[in-house]
């Protein structure tokens, strides 16, 4: 069973200013399946939010969580809760 999930999940690092937020699109793309957001927020973190197969998420998390990524991650905190929609594609906010 892959049921659909949302992920919000919030990277803490040296993670603005390197294309963190284009690789994220890039990844979230290239798993399938995805769609949501990467945005740079005012105290230096990357939130991104992804919804699709529980797979695809979890693929994308190991991604973020991993040293494949642009810039440092430091750590990565994570939610899980239902799909919300409403997202055309994987933007970059």
């Given at each position: 069973?892959?049921?659909?999930?949302?992920?919000?999940?919030?990277?803490?690092?040296?993670?603005?200013?390197?294309?963190?937020?284009?690789?994220?699109?890039?990844?979230?793309?290239?798993?399938?399946?995805?769609?949501?957001?990467?945005?740079?927020?005012?105290?230096?973190?990357?939130?991104?939010?992804?919804?699709?197969p529980r797979?695809?998420?979890?693929?994308?998390?190991?991604?973020?969580?991993?040293?494949?990524?642009?810039?440092?991650?430091?750590?990565?905190?994570?939610?899980?809760?239902?799909?919300?929609?409403?997202?055309?594609?994987?933007?970059?906010?």
């Amino acid at each position: 069973m892959n049921e659909d999930v949302r992920l919000v999940a919030w990277v803490r690092g040296h993670v603005q200013g390197v294309g963190f937020r284009w690789f994220t699109r890039a990844r979230a793309l290239e798993t399938g399946g995805l769609s949501g957001f990467a945005l740079n927020l005012a105290d230096g973190r990357v939130q991104v939010v992804a919804e699709g197969p529980r797979e695809s998420c979890e693929a994308l998390l190991d991604w973020l969580q991993g040293d494949d990524t642009p810039g440092r991650v430091d750590g990565v905190t994570e939610i899980w809760d239902t799909p919300r929609g409403g997202y055309e594609g994987f933007a970059i906010r």
